[in-house]
């Protein structure tokens, strides 16, 4: 017999998604932050600990969503929503790409290279603006999935 406590993949999936959001809106702050304010230096490494966090809750969240949570689930539930479950798992895919070739642009930036520095911080703010884009279509496909009565009793 499970707990009370005890936690499922939608549970973790939950869990993870707060993580996350958390993260992303970390990552946006830290991403506004103004230079002579804070410091080109202290933004840099900022930037480059945050998104490395942030890489690893999105992949955690993909996995459990690949994984134990919904993708296999809707596509089972609703054959005629297949192709939906496979754009977003294409999302996934993207990110993945995305983050592969940021992380290691960021790391092998100095602080002194200003204006290439800016240009890999735009191309965050637009990967997280695509995760939250990513962040609806799903919670869209799981109520129209889920919470959609099709009728057909009596």
Known sequence: MQGIDAITPANAACMEHQILDHVKQALRVTLDWK??????????????????????????LMELEE????MALVAELKPNMSF???????????????????LP????LCEFQ???FECVCQEIYELLDSVDRHDVEEVELLQETFLFDEGGEG
């Open 84 to 102: 939906r479950v496979d754009r977003l798992a294409q999302d996934h895919e993207r990110f993945r790409n995305s983050l592969g070739r940021l």
């Open 114 to 116: 200003d204006q290439e």
């Open 105 to 108: 642009e960021v790391d092998s």
């Open 35 to 60: 230079v002579p304010s804070v410091g080109i230096a202290r933004k840099f490494s900022s930037v480059q600990f945050t998104l490395k966090s942030f890489q690893r809750h999105l992949e955690r």
């Open 67 to 70: 994984q134990d949570g919904y």
